[in-house]
């Protein structure tokens, strides 16, 4: 979850000299700087440094990073025939850097890669808005008005979507992690009929690899329920639904990751500690993934990261 987010000094010291997007296409920058995290934190798993409109480049989509505001999409899509114009990602050669990143890092780590993806949904927001955005009209209006470009526009996406998270794994991503960040904007029976089923054929294209899978979005308490129907292995909760209300909502097995507030991190010590371990009770122990519930804010004390990770690796079940 952007971890690495502008905490870091050495992350920062980075970011003076290259673009994200230029951290991200050069597999030896992009290795560094998934690794950093990992050196100082004592996290247990490392993600993979990219973003998740970086296969967009690759297919052709003109675009920026801007430091504070997120993807800009240079011509943004608003009408069919601009749909139809859009072709499949072909990982190799369309995103071969992302690629080679994955290689170089088997080599260094000694923890799981994790590799991800925005799902349809996420990444159709950003080629229709253009850039972030606060209620997403355009998309919804092309959802719900226009299901023909908006089922041609899932169809390109999902496809890309997922020969670009098999490509990951055929390179080296021990696990993946589908990002529909921005779906909770989305009604469940909307969700049903217009995202779902692009979801669904990602999870079911990865099964054969026998890769774990999360997923997650935020603010997707009304939508916990859909989205674990998905095929997904674990259900990604942001901070907003507490674990074992979030569990209540979905499947009894499926393991959860999650969710403390990003905020916390900046509370006194006391605060965050109590409220961690409040995360670690409610997720029950087995079957969840600490993590926190969206991510890390810039303004975060790296040192408070690794007082929490390893506050996290000292709790105990309680029997
Ligand atoms: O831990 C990591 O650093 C992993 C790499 C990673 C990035 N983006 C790099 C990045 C991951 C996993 C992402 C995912 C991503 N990108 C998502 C899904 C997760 C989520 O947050 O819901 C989304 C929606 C994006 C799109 C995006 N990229 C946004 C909204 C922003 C924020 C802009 C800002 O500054 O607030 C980015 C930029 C971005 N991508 C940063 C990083 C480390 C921060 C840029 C910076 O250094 O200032």
Redesign the pocket.
Known sequence: ??????SLPE?RAL?DRYT?LELCRQPDLAVE??LQ?VRRLGVDAA???????VPLQGMGISLE???????VIEHPIRAEDQVSSLRVLQPDPDVDYVLEAIKLLRKELRVPLIG?A?APF?LASYLIEGG?SKNHTRTKAMMLGEPRAWDALMEVLSQSVLLYLRAQVEAGAQAL?L?D??VGHVAPATYERHVMPWVKKVFDGLRDLQVPTIH???VTGELLAHMSRTGADVMGVDWRVPLDEARRRIPQAMPVQGNLDPALCLAPWEVLAREATDVLERGGGRGHIFNLG??VL?ETDPGVLAALVELVHSWKVPV
Not at 1 to 6: C, D, S, T
């Open positions: 979850m952007r971890q690495a987010g502008r992350y970011k994200i700087v998934t995290p993600i993979l440094f990219s973003d998740i409109v990073i801007e430091a504070g505001v997120g993807p991800f925005g996420t972030s992690q990002f960040s921005w997650f979005g935020i969206h991510g810039p």
